[in-house]
């Protein structure tokens, strides 16, 4: 598509003596009025217009938003670049190599597959705290992870060099959105496209739902599925609705003793309460400019957990001068500096935008606090934690009942799934005390060590207490509180328990050269905080064994132990198998539980221990001051670390770069690979499209109930060894302590189909009172229960199409690929649901997959649907004229197994095909499809 000008936007920025192609906001009508975020978005309109996919009347309708309005206007969405980690990333990198085949096949140039906008993928998601509190704890976790995923460390290391515009951040660097801010963001891009030189503000998606970290930068930006990644990087648009924008006034200061984590959690308090999914959240007002750049980085990164798109901080001075810190080039910082004051980007207190609602916070207000036991909302004053904790227990341990005062007990709502969708409101966990809470017994269980002493462990104790994650290992001010809490430790002669397992694992090597340049290693090694990785280790459930005899305890006496990380996610079985309860908190808070060793804990009352002297010790005898903090931040940490650290960031350790690597434009797949392998997408694939025909005798794999997430769907977490992955992976003479996760294995589709659907927790409603991946297997006589997987393959040997019945809000969650390319893999044809979370709906689509929805205000049960017809769907073959059909009609007939006196069922389902290039991707049979078609 040749690029169109409606609106003359086409001018020239000097910068110095460079110059570059710029699309100036200032002529659209309206744009003077837009927030920030928005503004981002119509500069991207603007330079992407082509008449057809991005028009003028897209653009004027972003020029003349209507804050208040419900959001109905669909726009395309470009970004300028892609990053992703390494479990999401490896199958985007094996559909690139599948397709470069498929290319050859179909008789073109296997060169021309290549990401048309830059794709970085930093390896972080595989490294596990294996070993801990010992000095050589980060080397030989990093030797177990290449001894692991060697194979796909290879892959990746292939792609390299294979694709143009595509870099990997090897293992050992850091966290994909501690090394997007601290060295890929540019804030504002610049790129020379057929000769001419563009500078547009740097955007970008994430394979990562934590890629709004860099919404802290002023860069716009958000998590997506691997599918959307891939079609981003081959330079597809992303479709989204223009968004209501959320305005968040920050004003006042953080007090002494309070954290940015505090701040953090209390903002995702506030935002889950006021509803803010599907929105855009961005800061103004005058509190901006002092709220410094980690803090913004801090806050950004947890817009998914309060349930936004973004969380977009302007840019100004204090943008600047991290550029600076951080090591960016003074030519970059004139650039952002210019750009954004001409655009109107930069942030100016006295000019505010208009925002769809409005929320204010003054930060002088914000108390210490934690969150838990199971989502991030969950938020804790720290003052009231242990009560909370007693009540919380109740849902966890079991209750004695003599204890109880039946009167006045309260319920509290049973635990939700993990990966909870934002939408979940319902289910909000509210804190309130009551005096006559249940009490639960206290289990006190006595563990003996080999060196003959012991100790009693009960419910509460905290067995991991890690410094990890993202969120707050980019934050110098928690991070050095941290190191600082520990020195005052030491000094007391105070100790971790001997049950917690300590562990750091720093976002970035720059925390390393600080916390030396400080003095502040050895204190926190004294008290077991040992650097156990670069990575995101306990966050995602990457937090290796409890120790071992604290395991044992925990399994042979149900103990409700705990968990205390400062990262963002503790959803239910999560963080280890062994540990029911796990607690958000900032990294000195960490340290302090290491050192409580328990939740049931008051830290105003009761003594962290003794020091030499026996005098009680308290957390405010050792909390270090704010301007300590501070002075330590200005004496410890330079550009130059920056400058050293990110100056070889893509060449890898020795490990790393002795890797055995494939070479030439073709991967050379290995047969035997249980890691890597060809998927089957391009199978049979012609130039022509096959016509879309309507379905005709498919039988339901499974019925599903409400708030079905894509970790019900998609294969998440360990093999079991009795399952169809962990069968699958025996006959390939894998050992089962090598199966490994299923995220490491997601560039195995054979591993993934087998995983799909296959969640422990999944409750198909063909069967009674069974969870996991079963189903009903109707190509037999008697129609047994059977693995989802082994039905599967039989329903496509006979040639029979499959459908899937849902509930409400089905696929919410975090975004996952395999939910939609595992469902596509076992011949799933149609998904049929009351709604649709919207990133696993368009997924779908991408794998060709067609959602429908039931009328409004009926469900299958409402229907009389109980899964055991037979179902045709008719109306879909309109799409082959070009017409996308709103409705198509359905018809269930009883099936053998069908209850005596069933009837057929008729009804029209809504078809949810909702943008013309949606229905092009539906057309090819998937959205991989389309672009090797428009590619060759």
Known sequence: MSAVNSFGAKDTLHVGDKSYEIFRLDTVPGHEKLPFSLKVLLENLLRTEDGANVTKEQIEALGSWVPTAEPDTEIQFTPARVVMQDFTGVPCIVDLATMREAVVALGGDPNRINPLSPAEMVIDHSVIADLFGTENALERNVEIEYERNGERYQFLRWGQTAFDDFKVVPPGTGIVHQVNIEHLAKVIYDRTVDGVTRAYPDTCVGTDSHTTMVNGLGVLGWGVGGIEAEAAMLGQPVSMLIPKVVGFKLSGSIPTGVTATDVVLTITDMLRKHGVVGKFVEFYGSGVASVPLANRATIGNMSPEFGSTAAMFPIDAVTIDYLRLTGRSEDQLALVEQYAKLQKLWHDPADEAVYSEYLELDLSTVVPSIAGPKRPQDRIVLANAKAQFETDLTDYAEVDHDLVDLEGAESFPASDPPGNSPEDEHSQHLHHHHSHAPKTASKPTKVDLSDGTSYTLDH????????????NTSNPSVMLAAGLLARNAVKKG????????????????????????????????????????????????????????????VQQNDLAVTAVLSGNRNFEGRINPDVKMNYLASPPLVIAYSLAGSMNFDFETDPLGQDRDGNDVFLKDIWPDSAEVQSTIDSSINKDMFTNQYASVFEGDERWRTLPTPTGAIFEWDAESTYVRKPPYFDGMTMETTPVTDIVGARVLAKLGDSVTTDHISPAGNIKADSPAGRYLSEHGVERKDFNSYGSRRGNHEVMIRGTFANIRLKNQLLDGVEGG???????????????????????????????????????????????????????????????????????????????????????????LDGTEVVSISGLEQLNEGVTPKTVHVVAEPGEHSPAGKQTVEFDAVVRIDTPGEADYYRNGGILQYVLRSLV
């Open 460 to 471: 509460g104790a905290v067995t991991i207490a890690a410094i990890t994650s993202c969120t």
């Open 494 to 553: 105070l100790k971790a328990k001997p049950w917690v397992k300590t562990t750091l694992a720093p976002g970035s090597k720059v925390v390393t050269d600080y916390y030396e340049k400080a003095g502040l290693t050895k204190d926190l090694e004294d008290l077991g905080f040992y650097t156990v990785g670069y990575g995101c280790t306990t966050c995602i459930g990457n937090s290796g064994p409890l120790i071992e005899e604290v395991s044992a305890a």
């Open 774 to 864: 079963f189903t009903r297997d109707f190509t037999q006589a008697d129609a047994p229960q059977s693995f989802i997987y082994d039905a599967s393959r039989n329903y496509q040997a006979a040639g029979t199409p499959l459908v899937i019945f849902g509930g409400k809000e089905y696929g919410s969650g975090s975004s996952r690929d395999w939910a939609a390319k595992g469902t596509s893999l076992l011949g799933v044809k149609a998904v049929v649901t009351e709604s649709f979370e919207r990133i696993h709906r368009s997924n779908l689509i991408g794998m060709g997959v067609v959602p429908l929805q039931f009328p409004a205000g009926e469900s299958a049960d409402s229907l009389g």
